[in-house]
């Protein structure tokens, strides 16, 4: 049998009207969750994240400097899904306020070279990136 031959590529660009752009950016997202209600609450209390039904869903908008995405709830099992990370200014005291709201922690605060990050849990129990750039 013949050996395979690698070939390195180089990383495809977008395409955007038919010019190369930067990679493309995260710009939604979206959380499920059994309970809509409760997990609007909570996130708009714990961010200040404004929120607006649209139809079956709640749609969030996190400000000038955010992403925007949905809260929704799909009315079968997948009610629990998400993974993003928000930027803070203060993980310890964002970690304090989301246990003030019921919220719980997956993992504590870790320090890396560029920052520190931690990962909270929601009411629903969704896991939600926090970080604060140094």
């Given at each position: 049998?013949?050996?395979?031959?690698?070939?390195?590529?180089?990383?495809?660009?977008?395409?955007?009207r038919?010019?190369?752009?930067?990679?493309?950016?995260?710009?939604?997202?979206?959380?499920?969750?059994?309970?809509?209600?409760?997990?609007?609450?909570?996130?708009?209390?714990?961010?200040?994240?404004?929120?607006?039904?649209?139809g079956?869903?709640?749609?969030?908008?996190?400000?000038?400097?955010?992403?925007?995405?949905?809260?929704?709830?799909?009315?079968?099992?997948?009610?629990?899904?998400?993974?993003?990370?928000?930027?803070?200014?203060?993980?310890?005291?964002?970690?304090?306020?989301?246990?003030?709201?019921?919220?719980?922690?997956?993992?504590?605060?870790?320090?890396?070279?560029?920052?520190?990050?931690?990962?909270?849990?929601?009411?629903?129990?969704?896991?939600?990136?926090?970080?604060?750039?140094?």
């Open positions: 049998m013949a050996a395979r031959k690698t070939v390195k590529t180089k990383p495809r660009k977008a395409k955007v038919g010019k190369a752009t930067e990679p493309c950016p995260v710009v939604h997202f979206e959380i499920g969750c059994a309970q809509r209600d409760g997990a609007v609450e909570f996130y708009s209390k714990l961010f200040g994240w404004k929120t607006r039904q649209m079956p869903v709640v749609s969030v908008d996190t400000g000038s400097k955010g992403i925007g995405g949905n809260i929704t709830t799909l009315g079968y099992q997948a009610f629990q899904y998400t993974m993003f990370y928000v930027a803070v200014n203060d993980v310890d005291a964002t970690i304090q306020r989301a246990l003030e709201l019921g919220g719980k922690i997956m993992v504590p605060p870790v320090k890396i070279p560029t920052g520190t990050f931690a990962w909270i849990l929601d009411l629903e129990g969704n896991t939600i990136g926090l970080w604060q750039k140094d």
